[in-house]
């Protein structure tokens, strides 16, 4: 079965679709963790954590099941033909791994830091 051949601007949308996620996630993660401690999230023991790591976790392994589920994405993308769309499809599912490997330096602070002062 023949699958129609994108366009070539998908791709170049996929192509910042992995940092797009990122800079969500980095505007979340960072918002909900200044309202946390204005809020006192941190000073309510749930077990091992307090509330406001156990919700940055949860906002974390969210965005990064989403970054997961866009590299899946692209790699499921078939491409019957050589040229410059099989290149931007390359170049989409790079970056998103890029994104993935951005997500997991900028954010992994959040398993041992303390978030708030």
């Known amino acids: 079965m023949n699958r129609p051949v994108p366009h070539p601007t998908r791709h170049l949308l996929m192509i910042v679709a992995?940092?797009?996620?990122?800079?969500?996630?980095?505007?979340?993660?960072?918002?909900?963790?200044a309202t946390g401690c204005k809020a006192g999230w941190h000073l309510v023991e749930m077990g091992p954590a307090n509330l406001l790591r156990l919700v940055l976790a949860l906002l974390f392994l969210l965005?990064?099941?989403?970054?997961?589920?866009?590299?899946r994405y692209l790699r499921r993308q078939v491409v019957p033909m050589a040229g410059p769309v099989r290149f931007l499809n390359r170049v989409a599912l790079f970056s998103a791994w890029a994104a993935i490997a951005s997500t997991l330096f900028t954010f992994v602070w959040l398993f041992w830091l303390s978030p708030c002062q």
């Open 18 to 33: 992995g940092f797009a996620l990122w800079a969500l996630a980095f505007v979340l993660l960072y918002g909900t963790q």
């Open 63 to 71: 965005h990064l099941g989403a970054m997961l589920a866009l590299v």
